[in-house]
């Protein structure tokens, strides 16, 4: 602890207790102790500091005696310059001492006939506190923030309130320096004019309370009643407001300039209260350690670029921002829309162009929350119709994050993206696909847009375990293949997390219903051997979502009864099954081509289809242009694949899957494999060859039939033959 921060609190405690007591002497000596003070109807806790702390009743002049002497008491002497003794605990009596004297200092000004001056607040009344204090409370308004200023400039002071308006977050000035005040910073800065009435300022979210640094114990007097209030704690039990208003009002203070003593004092009563505070001065020193704050109690931040963020960050308020600033219509209805080629501006990904999605975590102090970077042309330098490559890098800092979350988060921005009119998104990872339509284009969608609805959902949705969020989008190529490389080291470090572990060995498998909005009967059920058929996730990431968000798309589904081992039926998984699929799915087998199989929905990496003449079936991935010896193209197999219902004979599967022991396990497993293209057969070799090891087929991959080797059935099948491939072998699969 500093001794230069609690020297100074303590002496400006002094000098605040000194001044109530002096002022209260003067004041009893002038009208008696019998004299009314404070708000009268305008609340309900008489002097709403005392009523919190000490359970105390002040109504008359007299009543103030207690409060001030009460204020003495906890105060230590002034430390010397020899002896010190570092107690945090003396400097926050000394914070509660010094809010007791302030409020008595406010509330004598009831008695003296004190005006506020014309556009300050001063008093905030008990059905503020209800307005907006049921928000505070409630997450809606984020937080709030007592500024004591002014800021060293105008465009400061305005750049900063304008941070916090863009987060919704509640502002109140006061305090000046030579008689300069935020309030007239705001005035020449444009924020309100000079005859703003109050009604003004509270919807514009900055408050001026009152020129002076006491006027700001009218908004900690304001929101320890919400203790009160909402928190339903009673007169008196100052632990428990005090505790409540640490874990349930998200406030924080900031101050500008060197910190005089009874700043100082101010401030550690705000921190008593769990509210931090930011100065962006070089001569503060810092309180670091946590405890009597959520995270610090006192923090310097001199660039003030990042003085709002370092704010956000040191009180955790959970930013919400209701409104994402894009030129299209925004929501969930235009999740399934499709941009079809004629309608399209340009598209990203596919077999068109390399592209990819790669969400990540960084440490906080290297991520500015909101910033949005494009690192190559825009779309307005596309040829209508055309193609680009695209890379959208999400960088997420949180000190809940955890790295497990990143596949998760990354798989929302399928939805998220898919909300905006006329934008188009489908797969994941470095399998997507995007287009922009001409209309969306004609109305100023640009790709940065990308980046304000990453950031605002994800804010809202992944508020409790991410605290930044910047988003950095490339179309130039060089780049674009870049982040692909580094996007597929933590694709794959995702993927192993889960090797070792079987369907066997776990109690619970989990749902996901994301792609309802395209296929509305559809049902992933993903469990430790058999991953979601987008391969973005995998029952690691279902259980981790499920503790995210328990209400979301991931769902623990109980196994219950085993009815077929063989085929992966269970009674559990098809009671969840049956429920969540609109009642259209009644029965689910897990291994099963033929059987009940799962339903597909359209995001699938991989297509497996049935080819009978060969006892087998052929695998193709997205990637494939050409016709497959189904007779059909990866395209027109998904028409027949996709859209959630069960299709025997044509299944949807992540390219992980295909080296799994549970692949189509019920009909001979991957012994079943007799084709897919050569690019596939290369990039899963290496899990593969584990499994054909397994199974005592180690050159079964190399018995795969490729585009080279066979472009339709009869084909394949010659091709099996002269290689003697096991699936020839295998009980007929029709
Ligand atoms: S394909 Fe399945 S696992 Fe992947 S997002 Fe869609 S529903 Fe979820």
Redesign the pocket.
Known sequence: MSKQVFTQVIRGAHSWVSQAEQALEKALAEHGPDKPVGWGPQTAYYLPMSYALMGLEAKTLGDLRVQVQHARELLQPIPSEELWLPYLGDGLDAGAATMLAQEVLVALRTVNGHVMPPGWQGFISDTIMRELGIQLVDGRMPGFALILGPAPTTEIAVGVVRELQKRNILVFLCANREGKTMREQMVEGGVFPDDAPMEECWDLYVVPVGPDTLDGIYVLNWSIRSALTFGGHKRGESRKCLDYTKRRIHAFGITFGEIPDDWYAMGAGAILMGYPVISDSTTTPEIRPTGVTVREALVVETDHEKLVPTCIDTRAVKVKIEKIDIPVGYAAAFEGERVRKEDMHVQFGYKYSPAVEYVHTVDGSEVQDGQVELFGPDIDSATEGGAMPLGIEVLVAGRKMARDFEGILE?QI?RWTSHAMGFMHTG?RDQIWCRVSKKAFAAGFRLRHLGVILHAKLHEEYGGIVDKVAVRLFTDEQQVRKLIEEGRRAFTYRDDRIAGMTDESVDVFYS?????SYAPD???V?TPQRL???G??NWLDGRANYEISPTG?NQPIPKGRTLDPVKGEWEGVNKFVYEHSNRKVERFCAYSLLEAPMTS?G??ECIVAILPLANGVMVVNREFGEVTPSGMSFGELASVTGGGAQTPGFLGVGRLYLSSPKFLAADGGVKRLVWMPKQLREAIRERFQKEAARIGEPDLLDKIATEEDAKTEEEVLAHLEKVGHPALALPPLV
């Open positions: 798989r399928h994941q996901c219903t994301v792609c309802q559809h049902v992933c993903i979601g058929l987008c973005a996730y798309p929905c995001c699938f």
